[in-house]
Nanobody, 114 residues
Framework: VQLQASGGGLVQAGGSLRLSCTGSGRIFDTDVMAWYRQRPGKKREEVAVIGSGEITKYADSVKGRFTISRDNARITVYLQMDSLKQEDTAIYYC?????????WGQGTQVTVSS
């Protein structure tokens, strides 16, 4: 399984971006997919998770601002990021667990300016 993340860029505070992560193979309903991020000088942290039945979980820091969704037919997971803050600046990574095996995509840089 290969994961390809895209959609990062430079945006002003208060703006929006949508990240996409497209994978090879197929997505099963039981697969769990997530977005992580690594801010400068910080450890990688979980941002949002989506499991089977569209059950989602968010880090407290992004609740109400970020939305994770998935399109199994397109083998893609999305992260809609609204009301971006400077502290959201990070490299964002997609992650997928399928059949008990975890896969990481390459990161995509998100930079939020003041």
């Amino acid at each position: 399984v290969q994961l390809q993340a895209s959609g990062g860029g430079l945006v002003q505070a208060g703006g929006s971006l949508r990240l996409s992560c497209t994978g090879s193979g197929r997505i099963f309903d039981t697969d769990v997919m997530a977005w992580y991020r690594q801010r400068p000088g910080k450890k990688r942290e979980e941002v949002a998770v989506i499991g089977s039945g569209e059950i989602t979980k968010y880090a407290d820091s992004v609740k109400g601002r970020f939305t994770i969704s998935r399109d199994n037919a397109r083998i893609t997971v999305y992260l809609q990021m609204d009301s971006l803050k400077q502290e959201d600046t990070a490299i964002y990574y997609c992650w997928r667990s399928s059949g008990g095996v975890a896969y990481w995509g390459q990161g995509t840089q998100v930079t939020v300016s003041s």
